[in-house]
Nanobody, 127 residues
Framework: HLQLVESGGGWVQPGGSLRLSCAASGFRLDSYTIGWFRRAPGKGREGVSCINTRGDASYYADSVKGRFTISRDIDKNTVYLQMNSLKPEDTAVYYC????????????????????WGQGAQVTVSS
């Protein structure tokens, strides 16, 4: 049974930073691709970033490229999303998910449907 628990959300001023954590249990991180998604108020779900099973490739949506960094710690079985230069439009509930696929099609970031999801962490960027 795959379980994912997000933490690290909160409120931050524009230009600030937050780091989200996604603790996995019931499986090893190197067994599945892990993705971060977000849902802003009144909008659909958006893929943000993902990391492959080997941990040697990561992918980003254009909206966060250059500002967000995905990483993982195999020993802690945890995936992180470092978010820098945050903007009000980054305000959303952020979810981590496992067991899907993602990458670039040309220059376009894409994700498939992921099978296992965490409960989400609220990130609010405002002054």
């Amino acid at each position: 049974h795959l379980q994912l628990v997000e933490s690290g959300g909160g409120w931050v001023q524009p230009g600030g930073s937050l780091r989200l954590s996604c603790a996995a249990s019931g499986f090893r991180l190197d067994s599945y691709t892990i993705g971060w998604f977000r849902r802003a108020p009144g909008k659909g779900r958006e893929g943000v970033s993902c990391i492959n099973t080997r941990g040697d490739a990561s992918y980003y949506a254009d909206s966060v490229k250059g500002r967000f960094t995905i990483s993982r710690d195999i020993d802690k079985n945890t995936v992180y999303l470092q978010m820098n230069s945050l903007k009000p439009e980054d305000t959303a509930v952020y979810y981590c998910a496992a067991d899907g696929s993602c990458g670039y099609s040309g220059r376009h970031y894409f994700t498939s449907e992921f099978r296992s999801w965490g409960q989400g962490a609220q990130v609010t960027v405002s002054s």
